[in-house]
């Protein structure tokens, strides 16, 4: 079945450093990618999402690109700040209509001044 | 709008006692899944309604587990009996449409089942 693996956490980065969260996926077919986040205390929100091969998803800074070569979908962030501490999920589901959501099992980001 | 409403944020109970948690979905959305996260499996979806009509319950892991969506602003998940394993955070999120990118999620309740 499709599944979804992502770097295990926590990550923690001083303020200002780049960002790398690997994501790499299993499925058939052409899947749709997105990268949710999740603030302490919050629920999930989307971030981005890329839904072909070389689609490159972006928002607040951050950017994935669809690899379908490498079945990849890292999340990036050239500077992160503070105020991107959070757990990082990403996830995956079908084209073509509503298929049932895998999600990664997430990745804490911890930013330190 | 308030978002979608969980209840309650914290749930600590004995193995054996029923558990009910609480959503309140985002007013005008026709879809509402619950979910349930761990350290071990990630998130799981349990089961999905539309237009109050459960849709797909096949991620429910026992009968132990059932869910309801009597009206369109309020859904259950209920849990009878509990058992430890059964400890998670529980999320419920609903959309306007199917597309996960319509998806707006509760904060979740954390269950623990001691």
């Known amino acids: 079945g499709d599944s979804v693996t992502q770097m295990e956490g926590p990550v923690t980065l001083s303020e200002e450093a780049f960002l790398t969260i690997n994501c790499t996926y299993t499925a058939t077919g052409y899947p749709s990618l997105f990268w949710y986040v999740q603030y302490p205390g919050e629920g999930l929100q989307l971030l981005l999402k890329?839904?072909?091969?070389?689609d490159k998803g972006s928002n607040k800074g951050f950017e994935a690109t669809y690899r379908k070569e490498t079945t990849s979908f890292h999340l990036e962030k050239g500077s992160v700040q503070v105020s991107d501490s959070a757990v990082y999920f990403c996830a995956l589901t079908d084209s073509g209509g509503y298929q049932k959501v895998t999600f990664g099992t997430g990745t804490k980001l911890q930013v330190i001044p | 709008d308030a978002g979608v409403i969980q209840s309650p944020r914290h749930e600590v109970t004995e193995m054996g006692q029923e558990v009910t948690l609480r959503c309140k979905p985002i007013s005008g959305h026709d879809y509402l899944f619950w979910y349930r996260q761990t350290m071990m499996r990630g998130l799981e979806l349990l089961i999905y309604?539309?237009?109050?009509?459960?849709?797909?319950d096949s991620g429910m892991p026992e009968d132990r587990f059932s869910a309801k969506m009597p009206n369109a602003s309020f859904s259950t998940l209920k849990i009878q009996p509990s058992e430890p394993r059964d400890s998670a955070v529980y999320f419920c999120?609903?959309?306007?449409?199917?597309?996960?990118?319509?998806?707006?999620f509760g904060s979740g309740t954390r269950l623990t089942v001691v």
């Open positions: 309604f539309n237009n109050n009509v459960p849709i797909d």
């Open positions: 999120a609903s959309s306007w449409g199917q597309t996960i990118d319509g998806y707006t």
């Open positions: 890329a839904t072909k091969a070389d």
